[in-house]
């Protein structure tokens, strides 16, 4: 499976982007579409993930009332949309396919990474 992720840029506190994951090759094998973040000196962290065919949902406690991920099963995409964000959410945003949970290590496949920054 190869992930091709787009959609970062700068833009100011309170504003929106909207991120895109395309999935390529064998996609028969997603359990779950996921985003991860990684800001400078942190540790990656868990963003958002969504269940691949029954469309669950789960996200970080901090950006839940914020973000909306989705995905178009039959279209092989998945997508991001965050809304009124914060400094704190400045980072590397990866996207990421495997089994539906929150940590790393359950996700075989990654994009490249796009990187998101929030001014204030």
């Known amino acids: 499976v190869q992930l091709q992720a787009s959609g970062g840029g700068l833009v100011q506190a309170g504003g929106s982007l909207r991120l895109s994951c395309a999935a390529s090759?064998?996609?028969?094998?997603?359990?779950?579409m996921a985003w991860f973040r990684q800001a400078p000196g942190k540790d990656r962290e868990f963003v958002a993930a969504?269940?691949?065919?029954?469309?669950?949902?789960d996200y970080r406690e901090s950006v839940k009332t914020r973000f909306t991920i989705t995905r178009d099963s039959a279209k092989n995409t998945g997508a991001l949309q965050m809304n009124n964000l914060e400094p704190e959410d400045t980072g590397i945003y990866y996207c990421a396919a495997g089994n539906y949970h929150t940590t790393p290590d359950e996700y075989h496949y990654w994009g490249q990474g796009t990187l998101v920054t929030v001014s204030s």
């Open positions: 090759g064998s996609i028969s094998v997603i359990g779950a």
């Open positions: 969504i269940h691949w065919k029954s469309g669950r949902t």
